[in-house]
């Protein structure tokens, strides 16, 4: 089973002093997901573009080293990854700062066809995995030309996932509202933030819109509560679960829990697992991510899942 991501990874700035990682949300599912599918028979291809610079070669490196097949990246000369900064009171509290404007990922659409779009021509890949992110990065045309990918990947008999992760510095919540009931037209699997559904679409009925759109199967992630999941969504009587969250005592850095989250749930889904098994390996990793500082963890510390 192979699943491409596209999306993009930024430089992340933490610390005092300030370190250097990466990060960014579909890169966090996608080296989630090939720490989990090495043993599962799943393999993953990231999507995006980076520069000619050292922290770009750093970046790739990394993936590399992750079991990352990075054949689909893009390397723009004239382009920079991301950056984004964490500053952290002395509370705890974290605050975000992010330079992405004219970062490499924005332009991956933008010239001659791309390796993700000649992939997908030629059937490469069984699954793909986008976000609300993916797309709000993008010019309009290359959003149209994203949409266009994933019905292409769907006539080829290929699965769409979706994660709506929503970023208001990006974007409106009209335009999202837009572009994402482009996407759904697409989707057989929909991973859903409470908290960013609302900021998208006020109080409105989740699992009801998904369906309406054509959506097969949607989880719904709600922190510490337990998620819940909707599949044969398109059937009279689909089937709802709920599947309760691991009790953490010491929350240390919820970043990447949803991204996790996504990771154990689909390794289970794609290999064969039912939603409540999937849920449980989705909570399981997120449980142990938030005990930890930063996006990614040692890989170590989720050994009992590999
Ligand atoms: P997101 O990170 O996308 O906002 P959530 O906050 O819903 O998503 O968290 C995603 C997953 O992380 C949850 O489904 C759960 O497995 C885990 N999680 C988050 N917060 C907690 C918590 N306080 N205790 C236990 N698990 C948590």
């Not at 992010?98 to 490469?124: C, G, M, V």
């Not at 929503?166 to 908290?195: G, H, M, N």
């Not at 559904?197 to 959506?215: E, L, P």
Request: net charge negative; glycine share 6%; with cysteine.
């Amino acid at each position: 089973m192979n699943i491409a991501f596209f999306g993009e990874c930024m430089v992340e700035l933490s610390g005092q002093p300030l370190r250097r990682t990466f990060g960014g949300d579909t890169l966090n599912t996608a080296l989630y997901l090939s720490r989990l599918g090495a043993s599962r028979h799943l393999s993953v291809s990231y999507a995006t573009a980076l520069g000619v610079d050292n922290i770009s070669r750093d970046m790739l490196s990394a993936w590399q080293e992750e079991n990352i097949d990075t054949r689909l990246v893009r390397k723009l000369e004239n382009k920079l990854p991301g950056l984004y900064l964490v500053e952290t009171e002395p509370n705890g509290e974290r605050h975000f700062h992010y330079w992405r404007n004219d970062s490499a990922a924005k332009f991956y659409f933008a010239t001659d066809l791309s390796p993700l779009e000649q992939a997908i021509d030629n059937h490469e890949f069984d699954a793909l995995y986008i976000s609300g992110i993916s797309l709000a990065i993008l010019a309009e045309e290359a959003k149209a030309t994203l949409i266009t990918l994933l019905e292409k990947h769907r006539q080829h008999g290929g699965k769409v996932m979706f994660d709506n992760n929503f970023r208001p510095q990006l974007w409106t919540a009209k335009q999202a509202q837009y572009w994402y009931s482009q996407v759904l037209r697409f989707v057989d699997i929909a991973l859903v933030t409470e908290d960013d559904d609302h900021k998208v679409w006020g109080n409105s009925d989740i699992v009801a819109r998904c369906r309406m759109f054509g959506c097969e199967e949607v989880v719904i992630k709600r922190g510490c509560d337990p998620c819940k999941v909707v599949s044969h969504l398109q059937s009279a009587e689909p089937t709802v679960t709920y599947v309760a969250a691991n009790q953490v005592e010491h929350v240390v850095d919820t970043c990447a829990a949803g991204d996790s989250f996504a990771a154990g749930y689909l390794a289970g889904r794609l290999t064969g697992a039912d939603e409540t098994q999937s849920a449980e390996l989705g909570h399981q990793l997120a449980a142990i991510v938030i005990q930890h500082p930063g996006a990614i963890i040692p890989r170590e510390a989720m050994s009992a899942l590999l």
